[in-house]
């Protein structure tokens, strides 16, 4: 329960970032300026979300598709990782946020990985919220990636089952997301989370990233209180 409001919190809010190449063509700017945009917009809603109760966070950055766009974007993403991590790593650790990682960490630049290291490492002990950020990360690699570590520990067929996909899972000790949000009024999951969201709540907010704000954040959490999430069995209330 919110202090706040009084309505309940959901500890786990994911969120496909999504917009950002239109936000800058409806500029007139090039597509990398929406990212930048798009990465400044991560700390105040990170901020909001810890403000509000929630203490898992997860952000969809860079899928293990968006290797195919052309080679320009992918730097550029790459080096805006670097920057956001250079620039605001130091306040978010001061605030609290322990920084997490799922996906693939082979496959980019070693200095890249080094420094998603270091942030793990520093804010290890950080409690006040977890950010996780989905980084060449694609939920059907996830679970292949699960499959094959159950079948290298020698798991017999009969121990698999719900509870040992999921802790050989990325997320392992997260639980699944209670909401996801989608920015840019796209309506697919584009290869996320897929394992974790079998019953989270999908929001789909008609605005493009780099302008979504608290606000936005606050009417989400206000609709989700409303909903009635029944898991398959029948509405308690
Ligand atoms: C989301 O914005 C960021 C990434 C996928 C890396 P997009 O770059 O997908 O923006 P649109 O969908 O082209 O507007
Ligand atoms: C999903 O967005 C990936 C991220 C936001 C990181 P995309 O823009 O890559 O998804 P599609 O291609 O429109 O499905
Ligand atoms: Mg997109």
């Not at 089952?161 to 699944?176: C, I, L, N, Q, R």
Request: glycine letters at 8%; one cysteine or more; charged letters at 30%.
């Amino acid at each position: 329960m919110s202090e706040k409001t009084n309505l309940p919190v959901p500890a786990h809010v994911a969120i496909i970032m999504d917009g950002n190449g239109r936000w800058a063509k409806a500029r007139g700017l090039p597509r990398l300026a929406g990212h930048h945009a798009g990465t400044k917009n991560l700390r105040p809603i990170i901020r909001a979300a810890a403000d509000a109760g929630i203490k898992y966070l997860t952000f969809f950055a860079f899928s293990t598709e968006n290797w195919n766009r052309p080679e320009e974007e992918v730097e550029g993403l790459m080096a805006l990782l670097s920057e956001f991590l250079e620039t605001e790593l130091q306040e978010m650790h001061k605030e609290g946020a322990r920084f997490l990682h799922i996906g693939h960490l082979d496959g980019l630049a070693p200095s890249l990985r080094k420094k998603i290291e270091d942030a793990i490492e520093l804010t290890r002990e950080n409690e006040r919220i977890d950010v996780i950020l989905a980084f060449n990360y694609g939920g059907r690699d996830e679970i292949i990636c699960a499959v094959k570590k159950l079948i290298e520990a020698g798991t017999p067929a009969e121990a698999v089952d719900v509870k040992a996909m999921s802790d050989a899972m990325f997320t392992a000790g997260t639980p699944d997301p209670d909401i996801v949000i989608r920015t840019s009024g796209e309506k697919r999951t584009s290869n996320f989370l897929t394992w974790q969201t079998v019953y989270s709540e999908w929001f789909f907010p008609e605005v493009f990233w780099p302008d979504f704000s608290e606000e936005d954040l606050l009417k989400i959490l206000a609709e989700y209180s409303k909903r009635d999430r029944r898991f398959g069995g029948l509405s308690k209330k």
